[in-house]
């Protein structure tokens, strides 16, 4: 259908104030073993055209149907739907012609379905030697090409592969029962095999799984906090990636995933501890967020959502940096070629400090190594979370004691970033699939950081 | 326009069964906030799956074009060839079926301009809120299956209306419409008065406590607790050993008033269904029936590996619930809350989150009114608190179930649902410290 984007152009440039077309396809390839049966192999082509014209209200509108005639009469719904009156403020961003693209090393194209299909065996054969009962494993491809051009003159053209592998994983022994995930994703080709170290980072949760199923709960109370670079992720996703959207901020999420406990005028309100840098950052080479320029065409770049403790900067695309009188940041993202574009992250992490986890960990008496997480919820201003611990540890005098059961945090968000009083100089980032939006939009994501240690937080 | 008979017979000839499914849709969103439309969204859409079984192995795509048919059925192909028997699979439902009609009528529902209504649907509740927003989704949708041996057609068209107002002190509420009939048109006209009415329940508001409690979960939010919980009675899922239902067939597990379906037969919600995805007729089907687990979700494959009969659930990959009916009690609202000496009812609920699927422990946040009572009245509204609990324990604390029930819909938290009330004693709340 991309031979109808010129033409739409044309045809609705005429008819809004201003007026964008898009085309995208993504080609994927999944395959999905459940106990060591491959019970789905599929491939699916999903693409077609969307429509954005601005006049008194914003309309948007897509359609796959190879038709000029029905391709017409959907931008000529979308101008009148523009007409009647509501929100129209998109900020002035300069056009920009350009295309881009992330490079595979091992092209996805190159590998074969018996390859792809050997990979799940080998991490198969592998769980069902540790004795992990329950297994279900995905790995899936997806080459997404796209191109947009608006009546304002912007022309992007790019093309980004990814490959990506899911495992959800259950354990049970003697009528003790412990779950756990593993999301990888990386933007380039199945070079992303070897970068995430596939079969060791299944093995190690595999180890760790059958280990927290034995383990005990710790007595309630108020231990120090040594936190893996999967918490800081989840952390800095939740809670200060999600609060600094700018949509969020303005009330447009306000019936579905809710608004955000920072307020418009918060630039340089105290969030945390003045060692406390959240970042986010499109520009990461292979990253699964990766962009280099946003779906509004705005150029991606680096930003610190809290910089020394305090609130700094807000995402934002051109409809939320319109309304708040600013220039956007680049952060329009929409996760198919029929979804609007909205405010999201792309890869959100705790920026690296200077302590090593051995420096970190022997100033602790009485605490919790908690590497990764299990369970985890955030109310729908992003400020009261919890955290549930799947691979958990006792700290005693500055060494790991022994493996704990489910620890779990309940704290605020103030009182997360403010109880850090040491921040790692590692950086390791986990994907996920970021959900926001309605109809509801998953997007991929990577969130990480360093071991970070907090002081006197309540476990129970 | 694709051509489902013609990319049947062209599937069918490289395969030992197909099954083909066309699904055209048109929908049109209207998104509001802050007491102003942000966007009006439209999908004009068709999309064909087809899976392919040669013997035991079986592939899967989806088509958004059809000239793209002749590659992707090459790669199919050899797909084919390439890839390992799929043990799951057995056949596709080999029975010849045929299917009844749909008893529905929509045409006022239809003729509902979304704009327009969104409009005065604002204007009514403003004097009584600070701001208020939603979504309005209006869609048709029409489906066609054919396989080796059945075909059908089959289509719906439902409105679903969600708003969440703020009052002065920036305290939400919320309310919820989903419907295919015209039977319901005066609900829906009603939305606003319903949410005015739950805005006066909002006084004292704080921080909510700690502690067990007696909550009243209202169809909404009962909704959302079913909506987590039927995914896990698929054959599928328990087959994965991922599930709360896994080895607790026949078993109780809840209070004997507790009974919950997937009703696609329900013609006035908006996931009716008269066959399923190879062609079997949607039933009604009790997943939990007097506190018993009764039945999983099935197709006809993994009915034939549980040796039971298929419900009418295909996915042919993995079988999945329609929608939910939650079996009405006898009591009322008014009764349920006046006799309540201390206790908790709670409108809405997000983030539902599992740390263990064999026991369905799960913490979920409730939002949207959450109104402390005390001596069968409501004293106080809270904020900030959790749910965390088990649903196995919820089930079984169940006490009371009112005889008034709501058809709910919202957002990707809630399947299609039509819930009663519930009360349920001895609920866990925690929160942050």
């Known amino acids: ?152 003159g912007m022309s992007i053209r790019h093309r980004l592969p990814k490959v990506s592998f899911f495992a959800m994983l259950g354990f049970m022994e003697g009528g003790n029962f412990e779950q756990g995930t593993i999301e990888l994703g990386y933007s380039g080709g199945y070079e992303a095999i070897d970068f995430w170290d596939l079969n060791n980072r299944v093995q190690q949760e595999a180890k760790a799984l059958k280990k927290a199923a034995a383990a005990k709960k710790i007595p309630p109370g108020t231990y120090d906090l040594v936190a893996g670079p999967e918490i800081s992720g989840i952390v800095a996703h939740e809670s200060a ?192 699939t970021c959900g926001k939006g309605d109809p509801m939009q998953g997007v991929d994501v990577w969130m990480g950081g360093p071991h970070i240690r907090l002081r006197d937080v309540y476990v129970r | 326009m694709m051509d489902l008979n013609k990319i049947y017979e062209k599937v069918s000839r490289v395969s030992d069964q197909a099954a083909v499914k066309k699904v055209t849709s048109r929908t049109t969103q209207v998104r509001f906030s802050n007491n102003a439309i942000d966007i009006t969204n439209t999908w004009n859409e068709e999309l064909v799956t087809v899976f392919l079984a040669q013997g035991k192995k079986t592939f899967s795509f989806d088509l958004r074009d059809e000239r793209a048919l002749e590659d992707t059925l090459n790669r199919a192909v050899s797909a084919l060839k390439g890839i390992e028997e799929n043990n799951d699979f057995v056949s596709l439902n080999d029975r010849k079926n045929s299917y009844r009609t749909k008893g529905n009528r929509d045409e006022k529902l239809r003729l509902l301009n979304p704009q327009e209504f969104v409009n005065s649907f604002i204007d009514q509740v403003k004097p009584f809120f600070k701001r208020v927003g939603g979504v309005f989704y209006s869609r048709s949708i029409s489906e066609e299956v054919a396989t080796p041996f059945n075909s059908g057609s089959q289509g719906q068209f439902g409105i679903e209306f969600v708003a969440r107002a703020f009052n002065d002190k920036d305290y939400p509420v919320q309310t919820s419409f989903m419907s295919s009939s015209d039977e319901d048109f005066p609900l829906l006209e009603k939305q606003g008065e319903e949410i005015i009415d739950l805005s006066r329940n909002v006084r004292n508001i704080r921080e909510g406590e700690e502690g067990k409690f007696n909550v009243i979960f209202t169809p909404l939010c009962f909704a959302s607790i079913v909506s987590y919980t039927i995914p896990m009675a698929s054959a599928f899922q328990v087959d994965s050993g991922m599930s709360m239902f896994a080895g607790r067939l026949g078993d109780r597990i809840g209070s004997s008033i507790f009974t919950m379906y997937d009703d696609p037969l329900e013609d006035s919600m908006i996931n009716a269904k008269l066959f399923d ?29 549980f040796k039971t009969e298929t419900t009418g659930n295909a996915g042919i990959i993995a079988p999945t619930p329609w929608q939910i009916s939650v079996e009405p009690g006898n009591e009322s609202i008014e009764d349920m809350v006046s006799s309540t000496k201390k ?81 349920v004693a001895d609920v866990n709340i925690s929160r942050s410290r």
């Open chain 2, 343 to 423: 206790g908790v009812m709670i409108v809405n609920t997000w983030y539902t989150r599992f740390q263990d699927y064999r026991e369905g422990v799960f913490s979920t946040i409730p939002r949207d009114g959450i109104f402390y009572i005390e001596n069968g009245e409501i004293k106080e509204t809270w904020r900030s608190i959790r749910i965390s609990d088990s649903l196995l324990n919820i089930f079984r604390n169940t006490e009371g179930i009112t005889k008034e029930t709501k058809k709910v819909k919202w957002w990707d938290e809630t399947l299609p649902t039509k819930s009663p009330y519930v009360q």
């Open chain 1, 241 to 432: 990636g999600h609060p600094s959207e700018a949509d969020r901020i303005l009330g447009r999420e306000m019936a579905q995933a809710g608004e955000s406990f920072i307020k418009k005028e918060d630039r340089g309100m105290r969030v945390g501890s003045d060692i406390v840098n959240l970042v986010d950052d499109p520009t990461i080479e292979h990253s699964f967020g990766f962009y280099k320029y946003d779906r509004d065409g705005v150029p991606a770049r680096k930003r610190y959502l809290y910089k020394k403790g305090l609130v700094n900067e807000f995402l934002h695309n051109r409809e939320s940096a319109g309304r708040m009188g600013e220039k956007s940041n680049g952060a329009s993202r929409s996760s198919e070629w029929d979804k609007e574009p909205l405010v999201r992250m792309s890869t959100t992490y705790i920026e690296p400090g200077e302590y090593t986890l051995e420096e970190m960990m022997e100033d602790v008496k009485n605490g919790i190594y908690m590497r990764s997480f299990t369970e985890w919820n955030i109310d729908d201003i992003r400020f009261n979370e919890k955290y549930v611990g799947r691979e958990a540890y006792l700290i005693r005098n500055g060494e790991i004691f022994e493996q704990i059961k489910r620890p779990v945090i309940e704290t605020t968000t103030v009182k997360f970033y403010s109880s850090i009083d040491a921040v790692g100089k590692d950086l390791q980032f986990s994907a996920g």
């Open chain 2, 277 to 305: 995805d190879e062609g079997t007729p949607a039933q009604r089907t009790p997943v939990i029936e007097k506190g018993v687990v009764k039945n999983y979700l099935h197709n006809f494959s993994t009915a034939s590996k």
């Open chain 1, 1 to 152: 259908m991309e031979e109808f984007v010129d033409r739409a152009i044309e045809y609705a440039s005429k008819m809004g104030s201003y007026v964008e077309t898009s085309y995208l396809s993504s080609e994927r390839n999944t395959i999905l073993m459940k106990n060591g049966s491959v019970s789905a192999t599929g491939y699916s082509k999903d693409s077609g055209l969307a429509f954005r014209v601005v006049n008194s209200s914003i309309s948007f509108a897509s359609s796959n149907i190879s038709d000029w005639g029905v391709i017409r009469g959907e931008i000529d719904y979308a101008v009148r739907r523009s007409k009647i009156p509501g929100r129209n403020t998109l900020s002035e961003e300069k056009s920009y012609r350009d295309s881009w693209e992330v490079a595979e090393r091992r092209r996805i194209k190159d590998v074969p379905l018996e390859e792809k299909l050997s990979i799940l065996k080998d991490i198969e054969s592998l769980l069902v030697k540790e004795g992990i009962q329950m297994r279900i494993l995905a790995i899936n491809d997806n080459i997404e090409e796209g191109l947009i051009e608006s009546s304002g």
